[in-house]
């Protein structure tokens, strides 16, 4: 064997051994940097008595300054008096750890960010204590992701449930809510359910002390019980009305009153309705118009749950999908794709410059920009197509029964739609697009990175164009 090269056979000096744990970890630091400076949320470092080490570029995306500038701004500038104070009481809490010597604790917040337009937007925040090999706190590592529209979704569902509410209380008939859970707690009653029956909250705090007080005979408690529980069972099931029964019920001042009690099944909470029939029982009318406006409580509870359904699953803005129910769509699709063996592919849009149409026109022109792209988009996809708002100028495509280079040809059709026709006050306006086929056993986030770096290669590219994942494409 002369003349052949033995050195790997020799062991390690301990200088090659410094030298390869050194290229390791300039490595992975790399591989961590490229991971921070492509990521959407915002990463970044802080000192333990809390200066800013680090930020990553998404920070000017998300709220408009860069990393330099976010780096030196102080806690004032950063966020609005009331997330400051979380923030100040947090580092007041970990100076009190690190001087016992305890563990420092993780920390997860909603806090609202001031931006450089002079907006604000809120983030979830998650801060974790780094250490040293020796165990030593050495700085704080964090990551803020903008739930602007999530929030805003859920104050518009609150104000719209607050509408309901006064609705209901002002209603002609008793109202009342209860949990469908074991505790059977009474949510809500409105103010006809207090006139006609007129137990205190403390009395009947529960579904069960109800049926106690409501029906003291207890065979006739029983009856109504076993018919009343079918039926419940029945409408829970289907989401669904409870079929309306007249029953003899007894109020607090001993007056047994004839009232038809229906009601809805709403997840896990029971709506029910009480009508009064005891004066006019054997007017048909009037007990025509008695259930006629039970009726109207239970369609009214329903239109009420489906907007806020729809609140929950569609972008305000544009009135198409959000990125909520794109997720849950993307997971179905796996699903379905690898039981029948079929394409599916991705689209992932980003309109060019879009900031710099903002920053010169306003939002609101923004806005109408998204409006129109959206519109367009729509018009040209197919039925099965699910088109949905990703966040700020970026759309999502699912395109099922579809592969890559299928996908291809319809993001470039779908370039050339925006890009052909001019946009009223600003002109010419273009999009840049990344495809992505599915890969079987791969999961949706890995996917949905894939056709990301795809759309990044399209920016890099010189924008207004359409870009394959680097899977397909190689």
């Known amino acids: 064997m002369d003349g052949l090269d033995n050195t790997q056979d020799q062991p390690m000096s301990i200088e090659q051994a410094r030298q390869q744990t050194e290229l390791r970890l300039r490595v992975t630091e790399a591989r961590c940097r490229l991971l921070a400076e492509n990521a959407s949320d915002v990463i970044w470092t802080m000192s333990l008595d809390g200066r800013t080490t680090y930020v990553s570029p998404s920070v000017e995306r998300q709220r408009g300054f860069t990393p330099q500038e976010a780096m030196q701004q102080p806690l004032e500038e950063i966020l609005t008096p009331e997330s400051q104070a979380i923030t100040v009481d947090y580092f007041s809490r ?3 750890l690190l001087q016992a010597e305890l563990p420092l604790e993780r920390a997860r917040n909603e806090l609202e960010y001031r931006c450089k337009d002079g907006s604000t937007i809120w983030c979830d925040v998650h801060v974790l204590p780094v250490y040293s090999a020796d165990g030593i706190p050495v700085e704080l590592l964090g990551m803020s992701r903008d739930i602007t529209a999530v929030k805003r979704a859920q104050s518009e569902a609150k104000r719209s449930e607050e509408r309901i509410r006064k609705t209901l209380q002002h209603l002609p008939v008793g109202i009342a809510a ?3 859970q074991p505790d059977q707690r009474i949510l809500h009653r409105n103010t006809k359910f207090d006139q006609l029956f007129g137990w205190t909250p403390e009395e009947i705090p529960t579904h069960e002390d109800w049926f106690v007080r409501a029906y003291p005979n207890e065979d006739y408690r029983r009856a109504v019980l076993d018919e009343w529980n079918a039926a419940i069972a029945q409408a829970a099931e289907q989401q669904g009305q409870v ?7 007894t109020s607090r001042d001993g007056r047994v009153k004839d009232i038809i009690i229906g009601g809805t099944v709403i997840d896990d909470r029971l709506i029910c309705s009480f009508v009064d029939i005891s004066e006019h029982k054997r007017i048909e009318a009037e007990l025509d118009q008695a259930r006629n406006a039970a009726e109207m409580a239970n369609r009214a509870l329903r239109k009420a749950n489906a907007e806020l359904q729809r609140l929950a699953l569609t972008d305000r803005l544009t ?11 993307v997971a179905t699709e796996i699903a379905r794709a690898a039981r029948v063996k079929a394409p599916v592919s991705l689209l992932m849009l980003d309109i060019d410059h879009f900031k710099a149409i903002n920053d010169t026109y306003g939002h609101l022109v923004g806005d109408r920009i998204l409006i129109e792209v959206t519109r367009r988009l729509a018009h040209h996809l197919r039925e099965v197509d699910v088109l949905a708002r990703w966040g700020g100028e970026e759309f999502v495509i699912l395109m099922p029964h579809c592969e890559a280079n299928e996908a291809r040809g319809a993001a470039e059709r779908l370039r050339a739609l925006v890009a052909d026709r001019a946009f009223p006050a600003v002109g010419a306006v273009t999009v840049s697009i990344g495809a992505a086929e599915y890969q079987p056993h791969e999961s949706d986030n890995a996917w949905i990175k894939r056709t990301d770096d795809a759309l990044y290669a399209a920016k890099a590219g010189g924008r207004n164009r359409v870009c394959l994942s680097a899977w397909e494409a190689g």
């Not at 079929?243 to 019920?249: A, D, G, K, L």
């Not at 009135?319 to 769509?329: L, M």
């Open 94 to 96: 970990l100076a009190g």
């Open 243 to 249: 079929t309306p029964h007249e029953y003899r019920v």
């Open 178 to 180: 209860a949990s469908l």
């Open 319 to 329: 009135g198409i999908w959000n990125r909520a129910y794109f997720e849950e769509a």
